[in-house]
Nanobody
Framework: VQLQASGGGLVQPGGSLRLACVAR????????MNWYRQAPGKQREPVAH???????NYADSVKGRFTISRDNAKRTVYLQMNSLKPEDTAVYYC?????????WGQGTQVTVSS
């Protein structure tokens, strides 16, 4: 199983980024896919998830600003992040559970700063 995340970078407050995570080695279309983030000195926290049928859920801190989506044909889950704030600065990880094991991508750094 491999999860490959990309799309992070440096952006000014109020800006936007789109993260992508390509999954290999799982039946992607039936798996719930998750995004987590970890800021310096803090615990990793859930950001958003999307089920196999497209049901989504978000952390309160990102509701209305972030959108999670998936493209099963491309085996990819996305996180569109708008109206970014400095407190969104973190390493963002994609995650899934496959055959009772937890799998994590390598993380992609998002830095929101002027």
């Amino acid at each position: 199983v491999q999860l490959q995340a990309s799309g992070g970078g440096l952006v000014q407050p109020g800006g936007s980024l789109r993260l992508a995570c390509v999954a290999r080695g799982i039946m992607f279309s039936i798996n719930t896919m998750n995004w987590y983030r970890q800021a310096p000195g803090k615990q990793r926290e859930p950001v958003a998830h999307i089920t196999s049928v497209g049901t989504t859920n978000y952390a309160d801190s990102v509701k209305g600003r972030f959108t999670i989506s998936r493209d099963n044909a491309k085996r990819t889950v996305y996180l569109q992040m708008n109206s970014l704030k400095p407190e969104d600065t973190a390493v963002y990880y994609c995650n899934t559970v496959w055959r009772v094991r937890d799998y994590w991508g390598q993380g992609t750094q998002v830095t929101v700063s002027s």
